[in-house]
């Protein structure tokens, strides 16, 4: 969990690097990021799960997975490996996706995976580390790094919600039509915006998430 003062700290770090951030902080009050703690491996687990999939469709495939592996409140490595391959295919699971819960439930179970080292490594040394486990990319990466290990400056150029949020928050906008449209920032402007964020672009990016909040449903 993330200190009520770190966020506090983080909030007026924000306030005094980006004007037009405040009023966003204004808006959507204090963040909340970090309120509550969250077991990795099941992080992980519904991530895969997710992929790819609407929030809906995504929790309804995720409880009937729970259900077949008999898990109550949160999935343990124990419950997939040994799970016949059938079985959570008959789910509604995919081949991949099937074949990675078992993976990663073995490699966490022989401790060729471990949540404790992942701890103990820095941002980008974690991101790669959890990029080379099968079914998990960068993003996937990147938002297991804000929501399960609580890190605070993580700032995903992968994340469309995001893209969206800079470009509406620092992008001209554009006339035409009636719903606002943003000019689409490149990499390196958005990459010059983020940085002034920093050490804190995980607060910065739960306040962009706001903006576009229906997008950020599953992991708020």
């Known amino acids: 969990m993330i200190p009520a ?3 506090r ?3 007026a770090h924000l306030r005094r690097r980006d004007k ?22 099941h992080v992980l687990c519904s991530s895969i799960i997710g992929q790819q999939l609407s929030v809906k469709a995504a929790d309804t495939i995720q409880a009937r997975v729970a259900t077949a592996v008999l898990a109550s409140s949160r999935f343990m490595p124990a419950h997939f490996i040994d799970a016949e391959f059938e079985l959570l295919r008959a789910c ?3 081949n991949a996706k099937s074949k990675w819960l078992i993976a990663i439930a073995q490699a966490v179970h ?10 103990r490594m820095d941002d980008a040394t974690a991101i790669e580390t959890l990029d080379a486990l099968p079914g998990i990319g960068r993003w996937t990466a990147e938002m297991f790094l804000i929501f399960a290990l609580d890190r605070l400056d993580i700032f995903s150029l992968g994340d469309v919600g995001l893209r969206r949020g800079v470009n509406q928050l620092h992008g001209r ?8 449209k943003f000019e689409k920032l490149d990499d390196d402007a ?10 804190y672009r995980s607060v910065a990016s739960w306040y962009l ?4 909040d229906a997008d950020a449903g599953e992991w708020t």
């Open 5 to 7: 003062e770190s966020l």
């Open 9 to 11: 700290a983080a909030e």
């Open 20 to 41: 037009k951030l405040g009023r966003l902080i204004d808006r959507y009050g204090p963040c909340t990021l970090g309120g509550k703690r969250r077991d990795p491996f």
């Open 92 to 94: 509604g699971l995919s």
């Open 110 to 119: 022989s401790g060729a995976f471990s949540f404790a080292k992942l701890r």
């Open 173 to 180: 906008k554009i006339a035409g039509g009636n719903a606002a």
């Open 190 to 199: 958005t990459l010059a915006i983020t940085e002034r964020w920093a050490p």
């Open 209 to 212: 998430w706001r903006i576009i």
